[in-house]
């Protein structure tokens, strides 16, 4: 299998990108989406499951290494190693007594983001490298939709293993599903990144070279703007369901399969609004979309509607944060430089992660402070404002001047 810059994403892109990204959400949404659901029915408060976020530091601080991963070695060899040691620490996990002690629990968690979030800068990289601006939004709705499949996996299908069976077989099913997805890499051509010096220049500081560029830290703030109040809102999902007194299974059913199919659906809208009607019209339509779904959540945190309006929210938040997260993504690759493609992306995506870290534990905070009503309010308040945020900083010339080509609609082909 070949990686190569097309106009159009090739099927055997389209297979790769989906193994790696449905990798990454795997882990990802277990212990983001079921383990929140173990903890709160173990009686954790919301402040002490949002405080578990640390353990996902490996996320935010990635680009410390990422210029190695982009500069040493090929991207082949990082991908496949690191989903081989995600594979071994679930089995190591399989075999250890986590009803005697969540300890062990936590420190494989932190050990899987290292290898998730390292697997992610080289297949950032090879994405960035593999699509051109036309193919970029249809690439980031495959990323997207095939992140989100692997989260709802990883939350409600590992979810649902643990509900009849125990923590070995769902952490075996994890192990083999990684490993799965590991054969269209090990199939992939070696692809060695732009490195003419030899590696010379992954230094320790490279990060910062890419940082300071022009207009980078301005991108990085009207994308932190635009995602902070959905994530709010998204990080207590499923508390928030457990709470409302749905049992593990109706919470893994509900958000397993039923949203399933909403992530795809949004995934693909957003990545045919970005291939078809530009960046813009994407992130206004994503912004818009993911500010009236946690309406719903309002709605369903206050006792109005009944289980149907918790589905409806729900499913709202899985269809309308899939499309502002493609156009979000398809914006922040098109920043990137293909010679460093995987640090300037990884830059971004970092920030987007302290984003979220911040807005979960803030969400915690005011959930246990005030409750689901004032805490969904807030996000949407948040939401809705980040979304004006994002169009009138990019209108203004925000961001590195490579996106000033892709913020006008694209002509299709």
Same mark, same amino acid.
């Given at each position: 299998?070949?990686?190569?810059?097309?106009?159009?994403?090739?099927?055997?892109?389209?297979?790769?990108?989906?193994?790696?990204?449905?990798?990454?959400?795997?882990?990802?949404?277990?212990?983001?989406?079921?383990?929140?659901?173990?903890?709160?029915?173990?009686?954790?408060?919301?402040?002490?499951?949002?405080?578990?976020?640390?353990?996902?530091?490996?996320?935010?601080?990635?680009?410390?290494?990422?210029?190695?991963?982009?500069?040493?070695?090929?991207?082949?060899?990082?991908?496949?190693?690191?989903?081989?040691?995600?594979?071994?620490?679930?089995?190591?996990?399989?075999?250890?007594?986590?009803?005697?002690?969540?300890?062990?629990?936590?420190?494989?968690?932190?050990?899987?983001?290292?290898?998730?979030?390292?697997?992610?800068?080289?297949?950032?990289?090879?994405?960035?490298?593999?699509?051109?601006?036309?193919?970029?939004?249809?690439?980031?709705?495959?990323?997207?939709?095939?992140?989100?499949?692997?989260?709802?996996?990883?939350?409600?299908?590992?979810?649902?293993?643990?509900?009849?069976?125990?923590?070995?077989?769902?952490?075996?099913?994890?192990?083999?599903?990684?490993?799965?997805?590991?054969?269209?890499?090990?199939?992939?051509?070696?692809?060695?990144?732009? &490195?003419?010096? *030899? $590696?010379?220049? %992954?230094?320790?500081?490279?990060?910062? !070279?890419? /940082? +300071?560029?022009? #207009? @980078?830290?301005?991108?990085?703030?009207?994308?932190?703007?635009?995602?902070?109040?959905?994530?709010?809102?998204?990080?207590?999902?499923?508390?928030?369901?457990?709470?409302?007194?749905?049992?593990?299974?109706?919470?893994?059913?509900?958000?397993?399969?039923?949203?399933?199919?909403?992530?795809?659906?949004? &995934?693909?809208? *957003? $990545?045919?609004? %970005?291939?078809?009607?530009?960046?813009? !019209?994407? /992130? +206004?339509?994503? #912004? @818009?979309?993911?500010s009236v779904a946690l309406i719903a959540f309002v709605a369903a945190a206050a006792d109005v509607g009944g289980i149907g309006m918790i589905v409806v929210a729900t499913v709202g938040e899985h269809v309308c944060?899939?499309?502002?997260?493609?156009?979000?993504?398809?914006?922040?690759?098109?920043?990137?430089?293909?010679?460093?493609? *995987?640090?300037?992306?990884?830059?971004?995506?970092?920030?987007?992660?302290?984003?979220?870290?911040?807005?979960?534990?803030?969400?915690?905070?005011?959930?246990?402070?005030?409750?689901?009503?004032?805490?969904?309010?807030?996000?949407?308040?948040?939401?809705?404002?980040?979304?004006?945020?994002?169009?009138?900083?990019?209108?203004?010339?925000?961001?590195?001047?490579?996106?000033?080509?892709?913020?006008?609609?694209?002509?299709?082909?």
């Open positions: 299998m070949t990686v190569v810059r097309s106009r159009s994403v090739r099927p055997s892109v389209v297979v790769l990108l989906v193994s790696l990204y449905f990798a990454q959400g795997l882990p990802y949404g277990f212990f983001t989406t079921a383990l929140p659901v173990v903890l709160r029915q173990s009686g954790y408060s919301l402040v002490a499951i949002s405080a578990t976020g640390v353990l996902f530091l490996p996320w935010a601080l990635k680009f410390l290494w990422a210029p190695w991963v982009d500069r040493v070695g090929t991207r082949k060899r990082w991908v496949v190693s690191m989903q081989i040691g995600t594979a071994a620490v679930a089995l190591a996990l399989a075999w250890v007594d986590l009803d005697a002690s969540m300890t062990p629990l936590f420190v494989g968690i932190a050990l899987v983001n290292v290898f998730a979030a390292t697997q992610d800068v080289a297949t950032d990289g090879i994405t960035v490298t593999a699509l051109d601006a036309h193919g970029r939004g249809l690439g980031n709705g495959i990323q997207v939709g095939a992140y989100r499949l692997g989260m709802i996996a990883g939350g409600g299908g590992l979810l649902w293993v643990y509900s009849f069976a125990s923590w070995r077989a769902l952490f075996v099913v994890m192990a083999v599903l990684v490993l799965l997805t590991t054969i269209p890499a090990m199939l992939m051509r070696h692809t060695p990144p732009s &490195a003419p010096d *030899g $590696g010379r220049a %992954a230094s320790p500081i490279a990060w910062w !070279t890419r /940082l +300071t560029r022009p #207009g @980078v830290l301005a991108l990085i703030a009207v994308v932190a703007a635009y995602k902070f109040g959905n994530s709010m809102g998204s990080a207590v999902l499923g508390p928030f369901l457990s709470d409302q007194g749905l049992s593990v299974r109706q919470i893994a059913l509900l958000d397993g399969a039923v949203s399933s199919g909403a992530a795809l659906a949004g &995934a693909a809208l *957003g $990545g045919l609004l %970005a291939f078809r009607l530009g960046r813009l !019209t994407a /992130l +206004t339509v994503g #912004g @818009v979309a993911q944060g899939g499309i502002a997260t493609v156009a979000v993504f398809a914006l922040m690759m098109d920043s990137a430089e293909k010679s460093f493609a *995987g640090t300037d992306y990884t830059l971004l995506a970092s920030a987007v992660v302290v984003t979220q870290g911040v807005a979960g534990f803030a969400a915690g905070i005011v959930g246990d402070a005030f409750g689901y009503v004032a805490l969904y309010s807030s996000a949407t308040v948040l939401s809705a404002l980040g979304c004006v945020v994002m169009l009138r900083g990019l209108r203004a010339g925000w961001g590195p001047a490579r996106l000033r080509e892709v913020l006008t609609p694209l002509p299709a082909h």
